[in-house]
Every structure is written in C-alpha cells, then in structure tokens.
C-alpha cells in the first residue's frame, strides 16, 4: 500500500506564511489523487480545509489554499495566526478507491 | 445545520464484536457517501471505509477487510459500522463523515467521534 508522506512537524513565526506538503513515498501527487487537507486541535474532531486540491470548504479563511507543487500536494497558510497551531493532515485517493492519510504535520505558531 | 452523532464506542474483549452508529440530520442523507475514519490513542488520522449514497458500493483499507462492515439506513438516515473479531489495533476513536453530492474527498462534515477500547 501506497505510503502517504508529510513534513513532521514545521514552525512558523505569527504573520508569516508556511506551506506544508503531501507526497507519496513512490510516484508524484497529481490532481487525480484528490487531495484534501484537515486541521485538528488535540480532542477535537478534525475540521476539513481544503479538498479537491484547492476547493476550501465552507468557512475556511483565504489565508488557507491548496495546490500541487512539484510532484507534492501542498497547503500554503499565510498570515499565520496563534490558533493555526494545530495538526494538518492530508489524505489521497488512490486509484484503487482508497483513501490513505499522512501521518500529519505538528504545527506550531511562534 | 450538517449534524452528526456517532454512539455505540465502549470496551470490548478482543476477539469480540461491536457496532457503530452515526445518526445524521441537517442534510438529504440518501445523496451523501458517508465514511468512518478511525484515530488510536496519540495516533493520526486512518481512513476505514466508507459507502455509496445507496450502499451499493463499498470501500475498506485493508486491515479491516472481512472483519468490517458498513451499511446505512436512508430511512433512518443512518450509517453503521459493524466490527467483529477486534483487534487490540482497533482501539481508536471512531470518526463518521459525510460527503455532499460531486464532492471527491473522504469527508467534509465531521461527528465528534465515539471511543472504541479492547482490552481484555
């Protein structure tokens, strides 16, 4: 099974801007993974972001976008905010129908 | 409002068996594929299947296959997750979402997720 990759964890100073990635350990991410990208706080459920690459679901800010960059889905945040502090985790369609999840990125805001 | 209540978490002896429930409302549920996503203790996100608008088609990551099931109930606007023969890596907080109609993502809406624990 197709293992889905992300940065750890990344930082990010408040105002700034990040982008975080999504790959794959062997091929290159396209539009026809159907990336889609989720916030969580620890105990909470997870919020959905982005999907479809770069739909942004209802209420999400336009400081959230989605993209391919590269051979990597990626969720660029700017003007980050003390609450973008969170876990963001992507999520491919593989062509078997199959969703798989990254392990997850810890950001953290300072 | 998209709601859903997910029920049915609780321990169970491995080897045993439980089902999951997820009561939606605030939608036309029969127009949604649905999904369950699971999360173990201090883990990331895994999803673990989820099913067409009228249960024709399902889908399963594979170390749930043969062990899962998922079904709904349009008429009861409910979706379900039968689990038999638990594993002690079943133990997670099961997650129920929906997805709105040509929408190409394993979830949009989120219940607040109910807990699984086996342990003998």
């Known amino acids: 099974q197709a293992v889905v990759t992300q940065e750890p964890s990344f930082s990010v100073s408040p105002g700034g801007t990040v982008t975080l990635t999504c790959g794959l350990s062997?091929?290159?991410?396209?539009?026809?993974?159907?990336p889609s990208w989720y916030q969580q706080t620890p105990g909470q459920a997870p919020r959905t972001l982005i999907y479809?690459?770069?739909t942004r679901s209802s209420g999400v800010p336009d400081r959230f976008s989605g993209s391919i960059l590269g051979n990597k889905a990626a969720l660029t945040i700017t003007g980050a905010q003390a609450d973008d502090e969170s876990d963001y985790y992507c999520v491919l369609c593989m062509p078997s129908g199959i969703w798989v999840f990254g392990g997850g990125t810890k950001l953290t805001v300072l | 409002e998209v709601q859903l209540v997910e029920s049915g978490g609780g321990l169970v002896q491995p080897g045993g068996s439980l089902r999951l429930s997820c009561a939606a409302s605030?939608?036309?549920?029969?127009?949604?594929?649905m999904t369950w996503v699971r999360q173990a203790p201090g883990k990331g996100l895994e999803w673990v299947a989820n099913?067409?608008?009228?249960?024709?088609?399902?889908y399963y990551v594979d170390s749930v296959k043969g062990r899962f099931t998922v079904s709904r109930d349009n008429t009861k606007n409910s979706l379900y997750l039968h689990m038999n023969s638990l594993r002690a890596e079943d133990a997670a907080v099961y997650y129920c979402?929906?997805?709105?109609?040509?929408?190409?993502?394993?979830?949009?809406?989120w219940g607040q997720g109910t807990l699984v624990a086996v342990s003998s």
């Open positions: 479809g690459t770069n």
């Open positions: 605030g939608f036309t549920f029969s127009t949604y594929w």
């Open positions: 062997s091929g290159s991410v396209s539009t026809t993974y159907h």
């Open positions: 979402a929906s997805v709105p109609p040509t929408v190409t993502t394993p979830a949009v809406f």
């Open positions: 099913i067409n608008q009228d249960g024709s088609h399902k």
